[in-house]
């Protein structure tokens, strides 16, 4: 079994990503988080098959079983969980090593921009939902 931790950023949620590989063709991703979101992918991958015709992991992002989950359950379109499940399942499977994957932000002057100009990623969600519903 492959098992990562991510951590999310400003949203504060952190997830454990759990992949078992249940033969040569299919995975069973476990998620556990305090995100909602998130754990509501659990029931879409119980078992996705991720080699062989028809796979539904590897594809384009547009066609991958995990984007599609979240493209379901995750408002968050930053939310780095999805690519994190893909990096877990290509350790399960063999076919990348554990490798850390980092984002870090550098030269960043957070004191040079007012304070009311960072919002929470959920006032952001929130705000482009109002937007949206009255085009």
């Known amino acids: ?3 990562s931790e ?3 950023g400003i949203c504060g949620f952190s997830a454990w990503i759990d992949v078992k590989q249940l033969d040569n063709k ?7 988080s305090e995100c ?20 539904q ?12 989950s979240s493209d379901k359950h995750i408002r968050h379109t930053g939310c780095p969980i999805p690519a994190a499940i893909l990096k877990t399942i290509e350790v399960e499977v063999g076919i990348a090593l554990p490798e ?3 984002i870090s932000f550098v030269n ?7 304070d009311s100009s960072f919002k929470k990623v959920g006032d952001m969600v929130s705000e482009s ?3 949206t519903e009255n085009l």
């Open 100 to 102: 850390d994957v980092t």
């Open 129 to 131: 939902s109002s937007i």
């Open 57 to 68: 992991v590897f594809r384009r992002m547009t066609d991958s079983a995990i984007y599609h």
């Open 36 to 55: 909602e979101q998130i754990m509501a992918m659990n029931s879409d991958l119980t078992c996705i098959q991720w080699k062989g015709r028809g796979h």
């Open 1 to 3: 079994m492959a098992q």
């Open 6 to 8: 991510v951590f999310a």
């Open 108 to 114: 960043f002057d957070s004191d040079a921009l007012p």
């Open 26 to 32: 299919n995975v069973q991703v476990l998620i556990r």
